[in-house]
Structures are given as C-alpha cells and as structure tokens.
C-alpha cells in the first residue's frame, strides 16, 4: 500500500532524546518537500518542521526550535526529526507530510499524503 510511514515515536523521560523517521512506501521521497506535525490531546495539528525537496532550505516552530533537526537521506529515502531535550508538552502523534512543492516551508494546506503517525510520549 503506497503512504508515507512514521516510526521511531516511544515513551521518554524529560530532558530525553528521540529520533522519528519517515519514508515513502511504495514511491521516492525525492520529490517532495517533507514536513513534520504533531497533534496534542484535545488540541490540533500543528506544523513543526519543514525540509526542501533538495535539502537545503529547513524552518521549524518557535516551540521546538534550538532543539529538534530535520533532516533527509534520499539514499535510504527517508527524512529524519531528532528531537533533543524533549518536554512533557512534546506529547503527541507525530506525521510526516509531503508537498509537491520544490520548499513548501509552514504552507500547511500544500501538505497531502499523511501517515498513520507514531506516538512520542515525554513523562517521568
């Protein structure tokens, strides 16, 4: 079944580390331009990372800038979010989006595609 997939989402205590990845099942990342969302309990998705199609170009949320890194790796097709020094209001399900767009950046409507998501849980 052609989608993208999220993985690498777990529990974490604060201050902890995790790295979520997201690939193309069934097609190339090459393409597209990638974002990352998350969605908190009882609140709404929000967008928190962004990466170009080629690579070069990132911007991120003022909530998780200094701390979380995007990035890709179109030999395995896969783009990355390292997530340092992760918070309890980190919590949420984490998606991956793409866009057609060479740099789509914070254009959320550009976004189609998502995946099922990984949980990220950042409690003591």
């Known amino acids: 079944q052609l989608g993208l997939v999220e993985s690498g989402g777990g529990w974490v205590s604060p201050g902890g580390s995790l790295r979520l990845s997201c690939t193309g099942s069934?097609?190339?990342?090459?393409?597209?331009?990638i974002g990352w969302f998350r969605q908190a309990p009882g609140k709404e998705r929000e967008m928190i990372a962004s990466?170009?199609?080629?690579?070069?170009?990132?911007d991120y949320a003022d909530s998780v800038k200094g701390r979380f890194t995007i990035s890709r790796d179109d030999t395995v097709n896969m783009v990355y979010l390292q997530m340092n020094t992760l918070k309890p209001e980190d919590t949420g399900v984490y998606y991956c989006?793409?866009?057609?767009?060479?740099?789509?950046?914070?254009?959320?409507?550009?976004?189609?595609?998502w995946g099922q998501g990984t949980q990220v849980t950042v409690s003591s």
């Open positions: 069934g097609f190339s990342l090459d393409y597209s331009s």
């Open positions: 989006g793409k866009s057609v767009r060479q740099y789509a950046g914070f254009q959320i409507a550009l976004y189609n595609d």
């Open positions: 990466i170009s199609r080629d690579g070069d170009l990132t």
